[in-house]
């Protein structure tokens, strides 16, 4: 039985993927392409994260697809309606016919004498394996574990009498009205827990080791709402988008020349928030600089108002140990808990974990340099997206998808078969390619790709500066080297 080839092979049916479906399939006439998802459904982290409260912590103005205006009235959306965006995005453009669902890719090898990628999948149903070759190969895979998130050997953990509830996989039945709730964690998933919990919870108790920047926003953007009563969509999102995009860009680089000023501002709004007297310096006082980590962003402040309210609290302190009713800190203080949250983190697992070999030789992701933060040196004719972690997902996303799209056309009009990034040369000094301190990230940086320090080997973080360069940049630069007959990559 032959095996079945496609131009492009889409690894990944969430936000990611399906927007590289599309574009394919717009900008891309003639090229057969097939998108490959482990899980059963589409949507990615939208449809696995199911915690009460789950949503985005960017605004759908710039979430949204630059293709496929946000209509709706909430700027941040929660889980279910960006689920429904990317589906129904999906639909419209007919995406699903081209989706195989429960394929779990687990090999990939580049062949240079054929120029093809032999890509191997297991069927989740049934365990085979399915063989498939293409030209190029596209991970939209995201950058973290599906089937597990990162929870600490907690001391104790067997002791407790309640349950113990990771958000990556939150259980349908769990029964958390009137009970008192734990919530281990700073991040955006915890800042959002927290609130949404607190509704129906006795009390909820943030526990963190380290506060976090948190800054409210509101949950509407009025600037959208002004211009939708005028202007129709498909002129206001575009606006709007771009106005979002260079406002978190402005704050971005504020903080990196001018942290200072920038936590003075922050912190200038936590006092308007929180209570009269409200210890900031202890619960809100991060150890860091601004955007060293991600920023945690609360719609309307929904956190502060249930700190404000007492339904919920926030303790900084770290674990001693679980106990039968609770947890017992350093401090000596124990917690009462019925139910305890571990919103701990992600695990890293770049490229969905595939085994990507060349030329028969492993490719050993933590020994290539990124190539516009989307290619690997000595990999032909393969592309990762990883968004942003200073500014919306999808803004990267976006413009990855759209310069695959060029690449494919390119080597198609030129006659290309391949085209293979090269590293810096020198001693060009290597940092790793996602630049955050968080602990999911600093757990796993030593197998991460790594960037140099200069483009098109360095991830800039700066949108209107990676329009420029991928959108509109050439093709065929310094770091590329695209060849028509099969030679070995490499040489």
């Not at 080791?209 to 999102?237: G, H, I, K, Q």
């Amino acid at each position: 039985m032959p095996v079945e080839h496609v131009d492009v092979l889409v690894v990944g049916a969430g936000l990611s993927g399906v927007g590289a479906a599309c574009q394919l399939k717009q900008r891309c006439p003639g090229t057969t392409f097939a998108v490959l998802e482990g899980r059963d459904a589409i949507g990615g982290t939208w449809d696995l994260f199911r915690y009460p409260g789950i949503r985005s912590d960017s605004d759908m103005f710039t979430l949204g697809y630059r293709f496929r205006p946000w209509t709706q009235a909430k700027a941040i959306a929660d889980g279910p309606s960006i689920r429904a965006y990317v589906r129904e995005t999906a639909a419209e453009y007919r995406i699903g016919e081209h989706i195989r669902f429960g394929h779990r890719v687990v090999s990939a090898a580049w062949d240079s004498d054929r120029a093809l990628w032999t890509v191997e999948a297991e069927r989740t149903d049934t365990g085979e394996i399915v063989t498939l070759t293409c030209g190029f190969l596209f991970t939209c895979s995201g950058y973290y574990r599906y089937d597990e998130g990162y929870t600490p050997d907690f001391p104790g953990r067997d002791v407790f009498a309640g349950p113990v509830v990771h958000p990556q996989h939150w259980p349908e039945d769990l029964d958390y009205a009137g009970k008192r709730v734990v919530v281990i964690g700073s991040g955006a998933t915890a800042v959002t827990l927290v609130p949404a919990m607190a509704a129906d919870a006795a009390h909820v108790t943030m526990l963190q080791r380290s506060p976090s920047y948190v800054l409210a926003m509101p949950e509407r953007d009025p600037l959208a709402d002004l211009l939708r009563r005028v202007l129709p969509p498909r002129l206001t999102y575009p606006v709007v988008r771009w106005k979002n995009t260079l406002v978190m860009a402005a704050l971005f680089q504020l903080s990196r020349r001018r942290p200072a000023l920038v936590k003075r501002i922050l912190r200038g709004a936590l006092t308007r928030s929180l209570p009269e007297g409200y210890d900031i310096d202890r619960h809100f006082r991060p150890r860091y600089e601004p955007w060293d980590q991600r920023m945690c962003f609360v719609p309307n402040g929904d956190l502060f108002k249930v700190l404000r309210d007492g339904s919920a609290s926030i303790v900084t302190d770290t674990i001693e140990t679980f106990t039968e009713h609770g947890i017992r800190l350093s401090s000596g203080e124990e917690l009462p808990a019925d139910v305890i949250v571990t919103a701990t983190g992600l695990n890293l697992l770049p490229v969905g974990g595939i085994a990507l070999t060349v030329d028969g030789e492993p490719v050993e992701l933590a020994d290539t340099v990124a190539y516009k933060g989307m290619m690997l040196s000595g990999v032909p004719n393969f592309a990762l997206t990883i968004g942003y972690t200073n500014a919306s997902w999808t803004l990267k996303a976006d413009l990855v998808a759209g310069y695959v799209c060029r690449l494919v056309n390119h080597m198609r009009e030129h006659g290309y078969r391949q085209c293979t990034p090269t590293a810096p040369g020198g001693d060009a000094p290597l940092e790793p390619l996602i630049d955050l301190k968080a602990g999911y990230v600093l757990r796993d940086v030593d197998s991460m790709p790594k960037q140099g320090p200069a483009a098109p080997w360095r991830l800039h973080q700066n949108y209107p500066r990676d329009v420029l360069l991928l959108r509109h940049g050439p093709l065929d630069d310094e770091g590329m080297r695209f060849s028509r007959a099969t030679t070995a990559a490499g040489t």
